[in-house]
């Protein structure tokens, strides 16, 4: 009888394929293979060998394998399973996840060699206006020995520009050299970072891996030196071996932690995230999965890949949002982190100035070890907070006459400034003065915000796009005017008042280009007077050493929100942002406008001591019955109306019956429409978290069995960060 494996597809499918082993071919779970699906090829994943197959069914043999070796490891595929049943999500999907795309699409797994160059020829022959390909002439003369092509690309280069420059025989492809091809996998001559005394106290708490798996919470306060603790801790106990994992939450916070890093161990250092070519991640992907020491930098997915000798893992900025997929396979990285380290046997430490309530929890029930780090590195101290109450104020962007003082007397002293603006583009909206007309998305629930630098109406949902107009679109008016602020709008008002200072704005629309996030920080680190104006990705790991003052201009968004979580939300933004004063030498100060001077919440904020408020929060939520003392999921639904999305919530409602389980809804989301879908939803919640497993699991089963319109979908979302 022919031996028989079950194949898992990347598709939205909860079933697995079986398929006949040709004789000869030997399989193991993770190994890639090439399967007929219907009338096409497909690239599938072995779950299961040398099961029994369904008697009167005749199955088709498998193509071929593409490796000899699983692309998942054992350990790998352990925890891709357990993340599909907690997470509820097709296990075919899950395990796709830990592939790089050209591994997804059938591409051999051998890493591409890298290009290396050296300049050939002299810039006097370039032509006077071909200012880029001096630069890049230039600075490939740097290198005597060489360049290589990615971190040409990765200095903000392109390859037209070397291709230009090689057609002219400027420069000239060559072989690396062998100190080159294989790398420094340490930085032996740099010693560990040298701690305070603060920092050497909290940096012995922290269990060696030898202990096994253990969790860590680093409560450090913004400035305190946590990466400094990260750093030695990883030159302390990590052998020439060794493989580490370091997540961070955002792409751009990537650069300089990867500087950081680099210093102390080298080309040991590897990166992962969105923003890397095919090519890079698969590069990257096989340095992992063959065992290298490397010490991964990476986003949410690195926690998903194969390593094989994984011996410690950091989040840093545990608390940030980001970790939490908003679509899809919706896992959390910091909870499969955590998950992983116990597969691995090795410790875990979760890092924060603002940890979330969760971790919190966790370490005052005695499952995370709390560890405290409660002084700035160096001289530094924290900064003052200090609320001005905006009510009765004239404003100019958002900024009232006390904060414009605030800021004139930080630059005339040398010194920079941050503007905290929550919105990127001019205005949140366009309103006729003469009808009352704003202009909304055609396709959400939601008004466009105005650009004006490309003169642009955008939906922040959709990615809807309209040209801007001079007159209100209903009645023709001229009295068509933006309303609110936003980073473009305040960037203007302090150009105008600040004439001669360079306004250097840090938002989504201006970091689009690769490398514009290393230019704005460069400029920064000059040290000479400027203000920064952006969003919240200025609050997230960012050292400013010359930023003395911080401005927030609205702290009013998260006080009155129908999300459970949104005051947490609020508190970790707030001293996030103020953390980016005063980290070096000089005081910082912080100025928080608001309109609710006197709620509690922010008034406990200007004492700065998180844990204090996380305390009140904590008790407010146990009242409250909401995570972290009770397990939530939410069934989410999207149809082309809110009568189909509402009908198939209803048809799931019976099913959730079960002791010991709430439901609420279902209800319309917060924003019923977004890009034409309907939206609805339907919340369980209850205090047994194995149940709820148990129960969505039968739920999905019987959902799997059902026929629903094509129209109508629904998925769910475990441990939900937003419930609107």
């Known amino acids: 009888m022919p ?33 007929p699906f219907g009338r096409q090829q497909a690239i599938g994943l072995v779950v299961e060998t040398n099961i029994t197959p369904p ?5 088709k043999p498998i193509h071929s394998a593409l490796e000899t070796w699983p692309a998942l490891p054992k350990e790998t595929f352990q925890l891709l399973s357990w993340a599909s049943d907690y997470y509820q999500h097709p296990l075919g999907e899950c395990l796709f996840t830990a592939l790089p795309p050209a591994l997804r699409r059938g591409r051999p797994a051998i890493e591409k060699s890298e290009d290396w160059w050296q300049a050939s020829g002299s810039s006097a022959i370039l032509p006077k206006n071909a200012h880029k390909q001096k630069h890049l002439l230039d600075w490939i003369a740097q290198h005597k020995t060489g360049a290589k092509g990615s971190d040409i690309i990765r200095a903000g280069f392109t390859r037209a520009q070397l291709k230009t420059l090689s057609n002219k025989d400027l420069i000239r492809a060559i072989t690396p050299a062998e100190e080159h091809t294989q790398g420094q ?31 860590s919470l680093l409560y450090g306060i913004t400035g305190s030196g946590k990466t400094e603790i990260y750093l030695h801790y990883l030159k302390q106990n990590l052998t020439p071996q060794d493989q580490a994992l370091v997540l961070v939450p955002e792409i751009n ?11 102390y161990f080298g080309e040991r250092i590897v990166v992962w995230h969105s923003a890397l070519n095919d090519s890079e991640r698969l590069n990257a992907w096989l340095r992992i999965r063959n065992g290298e020491p490397v010490i991964l930098i990476g986003t949410r997915s690195a926690v998903l890949l194969p390593f094989t000798n994984l011996k410690t893992l950091i ?62 590195a160096g001289s530094a101290v924290p ?102 602020q936003g980073t473009e709008q305040t960037e203007d008002i302090l150009a105008a008042h600040f004439p001669d200072t360079p306004i250097v704005r840090v938002d989504r629309d201006s970091t689009q280009r690769k490398g514009s996030i290393q230019n704005i920080l460069k400029q920064v680190n000059t040290g000479k007077p400027c203000i920064l104006v952006g969003t919240q990705m200025l609050a997230k790991g960012h050292d400013f050493p010359n930023v003395t003052l911080v401005v927030a201009i609205n702290a009013d968004g998260g006080l009155f929100s129908v999300d459970f979580r949104a005051p947490e ?93 709430e439901t609420w809804g279902p209800l319309p989301a917060l924003i019923a429409r977004r890009a034409d879908r309907h939206r609805a939803q339907l919340v369980l919640n209850t205090d047994n978290r194995l149940r709820l497993n148990k129960l969505l699991t039968s739920i999905c089963q019987t959902l799997e069995q059902e026929r629903t319109t094509k129209s109508a979908k629904w998925m769910i979302d475990v441990d939900p960060q937003e419930t609107g």
Request: aromatic share 6%; hydrophobic share 35%.
């Open 185 to 215: 996998k340490h930085n032996e001559t740099v010693a560990a970072p040298e701690l305070s005394a603060a920092q050497h106290e909290a940096a012995c708490q922290l269990p060696p891996p030898e202990d096994g798996f253990n969790a």
């Open 569 to 661: 939300q609020l508190l970790q933004l707030l001293l996030q942002v103020s953390g980016r004063a005063g980290r070096g030498t000089k005081a910082g100060n912080v100025v928080v406008q608001t309109c609710h001077s006197d709620h509690p919440l922010l008034r406990t904020l200007c004492n700065g001591r998180y844990l204090d408020m996380a305390d009140q929060l904590l008790e407010e939520r146990e009242a409250g019955q909401f995570p972290p003392f009770r397990a939530m999921a939410i069934f989410r639904a999207e149809a082309d109306t809110m009568e189909q999305s509402l009908q198939l919530l209803d048809r799931i409602k019976p099913l959730t019956n079960a002791p010991g389980i």
């Open 315 to 376: 989040v840093d900025e545990e608390h940030d949002s980001s970790y939490k997929q908003g679509e899809g396979f919706r896992y959390s990285g910091r909870d499969v982190a955590v998950y992983r380290a116990h597969l691995n046997r090795c410790p875990v430490i979760l890092g924060s100035a603002t940890p979330s309530l969760e971790s919190y929890h966790n370490a005052l029930g005695g499952k995370y070890r709390l560890i405290r780090l409660e002084e700035r």
């Open 383 to 484: 900064p003052s907070i200090s609320l001005l109450d905006i009510r009765s104020r004239p404003l100019e962007g958002g900024l009232s006459r006390p904060a414009l003082q605030a800021l004139r007397q930080t630059l005339d002293s040398g010194n920079q400034a941050l503007v905290f603006v929550n919105r990127r583009g001019f205005a949140p909206v366009m309103m006729c003065f003469d009808c009352g007309h704003m202009v909304e998305c055609p396709r959400c629930d939601t008004r466009l915000t105005y650009h004006r630098r490309d003169r642009a109406m955008r939906c922040h949902h959709c990615d809807y796009q309209a040209p801007a107009t001079e007159t209100c679109p209903k009645c023709k008016s001229q009295a068509f005017k933006p309303v609110g």
């Open 55 to 59: 008697e009167g069914i005749t199955l």
């Open 253 to 263: 916070l990537t650069p300089q932690t990867v500087a950081r890093f680099q210093r």
């Open 3 to 35: 031996s028989t494996a079950r194949i898992a597809l990347n598709r939205p499918l909860r079933r697995l394929f079986d398929y006949i082993v040709p004789a000869g071919l030997i399989l193991q779970p993770g190994q890639r293979v090439k399967i």
